[in-house]
């Protein structure tokens, strides 16, 4: 049974507990306790970006999904990452690339995720956002300790924009959270933390903090007095006007030279406002169109007519016939970037790989719409959603990444397709959205 209580600051504290009671919060903070100890060793790194120690506690807690009853929505992320996975392994075996190669387990990874975090936080969003707390943690320790290989990270702003940044912010909310903070200040924390990033150069999570506080902020406003149709629209105006607001304010320095100098240097590229700056999607396209069915395995595969076809395509919608296109797809070792998760994955591994990250954005486009349902977590749950949507469209996959997916399809499945049948009455019913800044108890 959920019980929904809201927060009244009006109400004056009660000025005791009773014994029942502090047994009660207590079983709640050990629990809570124990599933940040357990999201965190996410923090050890096993085998690339696939296999962390986070992989093992999962793996282990993987056979009770068949002692409980699964959703639709979990049968759905199951099937469709058993189909990405089986895409792999055909273009792989097409393509001569070892099935151990991380590009062809990567999906199977994230199915090991989703079902450990299933069966160890269920559909309760206290214990589901606990387990994510750690792993944000998890994947900070891991830069303290290992760190990205290939880069010497050393200033701040650095660390910030490569290493921190995403998970800092599910950190500062979650503490918030815990302080009994209500969903539209939550929100202002955001847009301060997105000002802190544009400073910082990056701008991609800034943009992504502000995306989120805005769908926050407009909800909650709003709340019944509209509806959430004209509440998106209103956000997509507002994501307009952001979207010319700063890089504007980029380009004027306000925010430091570096910022200005990145803006000014993608400006001169003629890279279209919706790649983000991403000049590799033309690239990714070229390669789909020539293998949509079964793909190519590796980008590392792709022929040089395909880098013509991609070339000409850039500088067909815009780009800069003078840019230096080799070098904007190829990383320092060689190898070609597509710098997109779903591009790749459908560049790579053909059309069914392409299927499961299609349905994350759809999963992460539900969520923010459906944002009311989570209560005093929405802030979490909305922000996970905008930065793993940013992530498959316009970042290549890196360390945690998988978990940040398993993480948002939970969060999916734990308010949308509930179990069918008599047992339906177990999966908690939507919170109203006059209770937006409720806590949610189980």
């Known amino acids: 049974m959920t019980t929904v209580a809201r927060l009244d600051s009006r109400k004056p504290a009660a000025i005791g507990l009773s014994f029942e009671a502090r047994r009660v919060v207590g079983k709640r ?36 999904l068949f002692l409980t ?54 559909r309760d969003l206290e214990r589901l956002f606990s387990l994510a707390t750690g792993i944000a943690l ?11 290989p290939f880069a010497s990270l050393s200033t701040f702003e650095e660390l910030w924009k490569y290493a921190y940044a995403p998970w800092a912010t599910l950190i500062g909310l979650f503490i918030l959270v815990r302080a009994k903070v209500p969903v539209h200040l939550q929100a202002i924390f955001l847009v301060l933390l997105a000002g802190a990033s544009l400073v910082l150069n990056f701008r991609s999570h800034a943009l992504v903090c502000l995306g989120s ?9 709003a709340q019944e007095r509209m509806s959430r149709f004209t ?49 590799e999607s033309p690239l990714s396209i070229a390669a789909i169109l020539d293998k949509p069915i079964f793909g190519w395995g590796s980008a590392d595969n792709l022929t040089t007519e395909v880098f013509a076809r991609g070339e000409e395509f850039a500088i067909s919608i815009g780009f800069d016939p003078n840019l230096p296109f080799y070098g904007f797809w190829h990383l320092a070792n060689g190898a070609t970037s597509l710098h997109s998760v779903l591009f790749s994955s459908w560049a790579e591994g053909g059309v069914f790989a392409a299927v499961l990250p299609v349905f994350l954005v759809i999963a992460a486009l539900t969520v923010i719409w459906n944002s009311t349902r989570y209560g005093i977590w929405a802030a979490m749950a909305v922000q996970i959603a905008v930065q793993a949507g940013w992530d498959l469209m316009f970042s290549p996959m890196s360390y945690n990444l998988l978990t940040a997916f398993a993480l948002l399809a939970v969060i999916f499945a734990s308010r949308h397709l509930p179990v069918p049948g008599p047992r339906r009455a177990s999966t908690p019913p939507p919170v109203p959205a006059n209770e937006y800044d409720s806590v949610v108890l189980r």
Do not use: H
Not at 138 to 148: D, E, M, N, R
Not at 213 to 221: G, I, N, R, S
């Open 231 to 279: 509440q998106i629209l209103i956000v997509a105006g507002v994501g307009a006007g952001l979207g010319t607001l700063i890089p504007a304010i980029a380009r004027s320095g306000i925010a430091g030279e570096a910022v200005k100098v990145k803006t000014e240097l993608q400006d001169s590229t003629g890279v279209p406002a919706i790649l983000a700056g991403r000049t």
């Open 213 to 221: 506080a805005a769908f926050l902020l407009v909800t909650w406003l």
């Open 138 to 148: 998890g994947s900070c320790l891991y830069f303290v300790t290992a760190g990205l």
């Open 29 to 64: 903070v050990i629990s809570s306790g124990v599933l940040i100890l357990l999201g965190m060793t996410s923090g050890l790194q096993v085998m690339g970006f696939t296999v962390t120690g986070f992989s093992g506690v999962c793996l282990l807690a993987a056979p009770a």
């Open 69 to 122: 009853a699964t959703s639709r929505g979990d049968r759905l992320v199951i099937g469709l990452s058993t189909v990405a996975f089986a895409g792999f392994i055909v273009s792989s075996q097409l393509n001569d690339l070892s099935f151990f190669d991380e590009r062809v387990i990567q999906w199977a990874s994230f199915a090991i995720y989703f079902v450990g975090i299933t069966v160890i936080a269920g």
